[in-house]
């Protein structure tokens, strides 16, 4: 049996805050915020395919190695599993990187584990870019 109503509606708020704040940790480099929100395991695949730490994380925040200067989501999806929650959304990115600037839609995937403490800490976050398929390519993956 799930979890009772008013908890779920509970959870969902606060999924929705962490999700906020994130956002916001994202685009003011902020890593103080960004500490408090992953896991010490957190772990990450990036759009390009690349894994990164919880470390890895924050130094790209500290040293501004990535920096977004637009991040906006929107399709978000919440999905409670006793004390995991799934988060998938849509975010629309402009960022400059070492490699030069990206920008485009990708999809994500954050999921939120609630520690001992009963606070909620992303485990792990996996994106991949929105590539939209021309009048005669077909979807490979059914």
Known sequence: MG?????????????????DEWRDAILTSDTKAMNSLLADDYMAITASGTIQSRED???NLRTGRIHFTTLAITDRKVR??????????????QAT??????SGSYRYTRVYVKDPQGAWK???FEASHVRVAGPHKRNEFH
Do not use: C, W
């Open 3 to 19: 979890m009772p109503l008013a908890q779920k509606h509970e959870s969902r708020h606060e999924i929705d805050q962490l999700e």
């Open 57 to 59: 994380a924050l130094e």
């Open 80 to 93: 409670f599993y006793g004390n995991t929650a799934v988060v998938t959304s849509l975010a629309d990115i």
């Open 97 to 102: 990187t070492p490699d030069g600037p990206v």
């Open 122 to 124: 992303i485990v792990s």
